[in-house]
């Protein structure tokens, strides 16, 4: 799956709309990433950079596209579902240092094209998958791209009839003109063709319906069979856009161009109750998101997302209110907060808006509005209750202040003499027990839960007894090592504070189980 034009057409979308269809067809389907920049994860990234850090149940930290093939095919992806030219290049002068090329010059070609082959097939040595899709990040013409481009033309060779090319790519309304366009599409095309790949399949993003003229134009120029011509046109969900792929017979051509025979019907019976609920919502209710990277929504994809599986379980739309915890001051708390039914104080690393995140956890604990701290936003909450309820008042995290005399929130000891910033935090998945008769045992009816964490600071055990001796409970622990993993505020419609990464498990098919349990006490709370 390449793209052409413009970046953020969809190659992610469409490459989980394609595997979701193909798996509702009883086909076994994995996606993978590979993303053409040097960083060797997007761990360090600002997530203005490149949105959000998506973390896998190994602990790998990836392309925020791997949220979405979870979610779409309701299925785990794992650190070799995403490559990077930064792995692939320590990997190759990891080898030229060993001596394993035996004196060779190492090039681009044959050694960094045969290292990328190498991790685009290392999934199927995995697990015998009928299909793996594998995107390429950015777009056709891009300098960082053209290792990954020569690398899939030559598996072509390989793989022959085993191996397609779908190439996305724009055709732009110009409303001068009145009229869409297919010269993007086709300079998009010609730029593939000289790099030697001819794209069996073109999926044609645009805002308009494509006619029979245009695609029979498109067809002619692209050298591309009229059915392989499938128009994606702009949704307001990017839950419909499997079904308008459905419509389009995507996967059928797909199956056609492999020569794969099958009498595997589809099945979308659940994920079309989903977007029936999701467009018909009974009533509203209105969230806030509290974090510092509001202005870019891609930076809380998961928490989003979430939302809105759990709020689709139960036939509510939620309005989302995001706000930048560095506008929040103690005299605009009502102003920001009106209104609002559910608060939500999002993840995060640094100083930089953190006190708004603790006023905003201040607020929600005062006025009973439910809560939800997630990572940062449960270490703001243990912060808040031990400067206000407490009398701790210069309680803090040694992230922010490594002078406080109650240091409620701290490094990791296994962290403290760790210089590196990539790969080195708590990652992937841990275990959870759950203390009994709480709000999340009840949530998931489990004794013990495992979930993903991403984060170097954890709650300082030196200061349970105090901390835990009033209205504050600890609800789950990782019996291993002791930590706290989830704290529970008693006398409340609903306060949680979790130190891991829930969203990240949420998908369509399965509402993460404290999501749902948060938007049901929102409901609740507001009935009342």
């Known amino acids: 799956m390449t793209g052409g034009v413009t970046s953020s057409l969809g190659k992610g979308i469409i490459s989980a709309s394609l595997g979701k269809l193909l798996k509702s067809r009883n086909f076994s389907v994995t996606i993978q990433k590979l993303d ?94 009928d ?10 013409g891009d300098i960082e791209s053209l290792p990954y481009i020569e690398a899939v033309r030559q598996l072509k060779r390989e793989l022959k009839d085993k191996c397609i090319f779908i190439h996305l790519t724009l055709v732009p309304y110009l409303s001068a003109a009145g009229e869409l366009k297919t010269k993007p599409t086709q300079h998009s095309v010609k730029l593939l063709l000289e790099s030697g790949i001819q794209p069996d399949i073109l999926v044609c993003r645009t805002e308009r319906e494509l006619s029979e003229k245009l695609k029979n134009k498109i067809s002619l120029f692209c050298n591309v069979d009229i059915d392989s011509v499938i128009q994606c046109i702009d949704a307001d969900s990017i839950y419909k856009v499997p079904l308008l792929m459905k419509e389009e017979m995507l996967d059928l051509v797909v199956l056609k161009k492999l ?54 379980y139960f036939g509510v739309k939620v309005d989302l209110k995001l706000i930048n915890s560095e506008e929040i001051v103690e005299n605009n708390l009502y102003e920001k907060f009106n209104n609002v039914q559910g608060m939500i104080v999002a993840p995060g690393f640094g100083e930089r808006g953190i006190e708004g995140k603790i006023l905003s956890v201040c607020y929600s604990r005062k006025n009973n509005i439910p809560f939800f701290g997630i990572c940062l936003g449960m270490q703001c909450a243990v912060i808040e209750y031990m400067r206000n309820i407490l009398g701790k008042k210069d309680a803090s995290t040694t992230e922010i202040d490594k002078t406080t005399s109650t240091p409620v929130i701290d490094l990791m000891h296994n962290q403290k003499q760790i210089r590196e910033k990539g790969g080195s935090m708590r990652l992937g998945s841990y275990e959870c027990k759950l203390i009994e008769n709480t709000i999340v045992s009840s949530s998931y009816n489990k004794k013990i839960i495992n979930e993903r964490h991403r984060h170097r600071y954890e709650f300082n055990n030196n200061f349970r007894e105090l901390f835990f001796s009033k209205d504050m409970i600890m609800s789950g622990y990782n019996p291993k090592n002791n930590l706290v993993e989830i704290i529970e505020l008693k006398n409340h419609p609903w306060f949680v504070g979790v130190q891991f990464h829930p969203e990240y498990k949420s998908t369509v098919q399965n509402p993460h189980p404290l999501f749902i349990s948060f938007i049901n006490s929102i409901i609740k709370n507001h009935e009342k």
Not at 42 to 64: K, Q, R, W
Not at 260 to 282: A, Q
Not at 285 to 306: H, M, N, P, R, W
């Open 259 to 312: 020569n794969v025979s099958h009498n595997n019907k589809i099945n979308l019976n659940e994920w079309t109750n989903f977007l029936n609920k999701l467009e018909n919502p009974k009533n509203n209710i209105k969230i806030a998101l509290v974090g510092k990277y509001v202005q870019l929504t891609d930076s809380y994809k998961s928490i989003i997302e979430a939302i809105t599986h759990a709020s689709t």
């Open 131 to 140: 299909f793996i899709i594998t995107e390429i990040g950015g777009t056709v």
């Open 36 to 129: 053409p920049y040097i960083n060797v994860d997007p761990g360090t990234m600002n997530p203005y950079e490149h949105g959000e850090c998506y973390v896998t149940e190994d602990g790998a930290e990836t392309d925020l596209d791997l949220g979405h093939y979870e979610r779409f095919l309701n299925e785990y992806t794992s650190s070799e579902n995403n490559v990077t030219t930064g792995s692939i290049y320590q990997e190759v002068i990891n080898k030229e240092r060993r001596g394993d090329y035996l004196g060779k010059t190492v090039q681009i070609i044959p050694h960094i094209t045969d290292e990328i082959k190498k991790r685009i097939q290392l999934l199927s040595s995995k697990k015998n998958y």
